[in-house]
């Protein structure tokens, strides 16, 4: 199975990845998986100011500071997997993402580090499921 782990590196993306380490078939060697950050993008009066360089820079940072413990935990239960960041509308890039590489399921947390906005399920959640046909599990 072609899984897709969608990640913001909330406690909701840590609930995720305790729920998967407890059903050991959803772990297994024989899934392919993609974990994939969409990372917001800088403010446009943000943008104007930082070179392309610079902006590449902030994306990049961010990703790695969310996906270094996803990594570890994923190595720890011997599993490799692909890394992607996005900058843009996270909800976007993650349906488009699902749909573009025929994944046969999303997983991700039903809140992220927005939680407060949103108290029934989170605001990309909710886009994303708005947006994307591929079946998709959501975290609590």
């Known amino acids: 199975m072609k899984i897709l782990l969608a990640v913001d590196g ?14 050991g078939d959803w772990l297994g060697t024989g899934h392919a998986y993609t974990v994939f950050h969409g990372v917001p993008a800088l403010p446009p009066r943000v943008a104007a100011f930082a070179t392309p360089e610079q902006m590449r820079g902030y994306y990049d940072a961010d990703a790695a500071a969310v996906f270094e413990p996803i990594r570890q935990f ?24 699902a749909e573009r590489d025929g994944h046969d399921l999303l997983v991700m947390g039903s809140h992220g580090h927005g939680a407060l906005a949103n108290l029934l399920l989170g605001s990309v959640a909710t886009q994303v499921m708005a947006r994307c046909s591929t079946p998709v599990l959501l975290i609590r």
């Open 10 to 23: 909330s406690p909701y993306t840590k609930r995720m990845l305790g729920y998967l380490a407890d059903r």
């Open 74 to 97: 994923l190595e720890a239960h011997g599993i490799e997997a692909d890394y992607l960041h996005l900058p843009g509308n996270p909800a976007e890039s993650i349906a488009s993402l």
